[in-house]
């Protein structure tokens, strides 16, 4: 039912009551024959002049009204910073005395103009500010679209690979389906990855310093918590074991996990923060990286609740990823435990250890299936910045016992350093599948997860390099960690 003038009282409570107490309101009213980017950015302003916006649609019959009243209203409520909307059947002026809204905003078209709502909001001290909104707002969908949206059409798959090792996407889509049921344990650091998409104003006179408005917020999940989401929507069923802080970070992970489908165990740690890495970024590029984040290792106690919860896994375990960003989460006696633990069951491990603005040891990891690190990670493990790739490939493999080795190399692709039947170990390379990628920060991660559910299901290490490779394509083809899904892969896998 349409609140009328005779209901006004209703209004205002319902107002009153979802606002709740101490929040600014925030009135604007108008017809809104159809929402138009003018309109659009003059709510956006009113919205940020406080925490509840309300718009009151004109009835039918008022001058200028072209649209029903009821289409006008489905307009208006189709917003989403808009809290309550309603068709204002009473003179503006009039209903803004009894709602007594902290600010109401006009257009600025009408600052020249008599406005009555003027003597309305001086009579119980509120503001009448006039604005026509700020034109970045308009750029927003434009913004969301970007980092929702994937680009596949940037994605080139190589050809010979397939056919020098002696497989087909035929024989690829098969192995995508043993992905289904498979029974993955995720350890590692729960991240939560905050990209600011700003505006950029300019530089500023007193120091030679960029100047930006932060426009949109927009969070994920990342660190070894993206490995848990990736191989829960490539189809297999995730146990996730990770610490946290207690904060809004840790709630938002819980929340968006559940949502992936994944059993997380999240124990909490008072002595940190959960790990927040903000990224400012305006143009599609990334300005500056902000991280929230300590790094000393989680306590015994914690430790050995970590060990306990493994250990109830372990029994119904196919495959164990350790993504270790050297936070903490992994401290060196709790990894060899656990690598004993699975090496006794012959559980199959995988492995990597992130060294970008932090230090780590890829090679700390022993007797894993895989080990996926960069070059510069795996140079640091060895401590070998001069020798070729394939030199430092079968270092690290010797040093680490690891069966085989990725390195990734960025834009030029990667290397796989593979053990062969006949014991000696074989060395090829991709290119990047993705020619114009969006983000790269996920494409390790998506590697990772996608190639060693490729080797637990007993595909041999060319084929499973092949699949990471379209995962990671995938993932760079949008903006922000977005889990995986066996349809992104399948798409790519068409003869």
Known sequence: MLPTMSNTHQVLFHIKESAGSGKRVVFVSGNFNTVHPGHLRLLRFAAECGDYLVVGVNKNHIHDSLISEELRLEGIKSISFVDYAFIL??????????????????????????????????????????????MRFSSIDLLRQEMLESNLSTIVR????????????????ATLEKFKGLRVVVLGDLIVDEYINCDPVGMSQE????????????????????????????????????????????????????????????????????????????????????????????SQQIAEKMLAELKRNLPKS?????????????PQPLVDEISDICRRRKIMMVADSQSSSQLG?????????????????????????????????????????????????????LLTHASWDNGEYVTDRLPAFNTSPKDTAGAGDSLLTCSSMALAVEADIWQSVYLGSIAAACQVSRVGNIPISLHDVRQELSD
Not at 276 to 298: F, P
């Open 318 to 330: 196919d495959l164990v990823i350790f993504s270790d960003f050297n936070y903490g989460c992994l």
């Open 158 to 173: 190589p050809t010979g690979f397939p056919a020098s090792h002696g497989f087909t996407m035929a024989g690829l889509r």
């Open 207 to 298: 120091d030679p310093t960029l100047v930006v408005t932060p426009i949109q917020h927009e969070k994920f999940v990342g660190g070894a918590a993206i490995v848990a989401a990736h191989a829960q929507t490539l189809g297999a069923d995730v146990s996730y074991l990770t610490v946290s802080g207690k904060d809004a970070s840790a709630d938002f992970a819980r929340k968006k996990l559940q949502e992936y489908g994944v059993t997380a165990e999240v124990f909490e740690d008072d002595s940190r923060p959960t790990t927040l890495k903000q990224r400012y970024r305006a143009a599609g590029k990334t300005l500056l990286r902000v991280s929230h984040l300590r790094q000393h290792a989680i």
């Open 361 to 413: 040891d890829v090679s700390r990891f022993k007797g894993m299936m895989l080990l996926t690190p960069t070059e510069r990670e795996a140079r640091l493990a060895v401590r070998d910045f001069e020798s070729g790739l394939v030199v430092l490939a079968e270092k690290l493999r010797k040093k680490a016992r690891a069966k085989n080795i990725i390195l990734t190399l960025g834009a030029e692709g």
């Open 89 to 134: 059947r009473a003179p503006p002026a009039q209903f803004i005395r009894e709602l007594k809204p902290s600010v109401v905003v006009k257009g600025k078209e009408h600052e020249t103009h008599s406005n009555p709502e003027q003597e309305a909001v001086d009579s119980y001290g509120g503001k009448l500010l006039f604005s026509s909104g700020d």
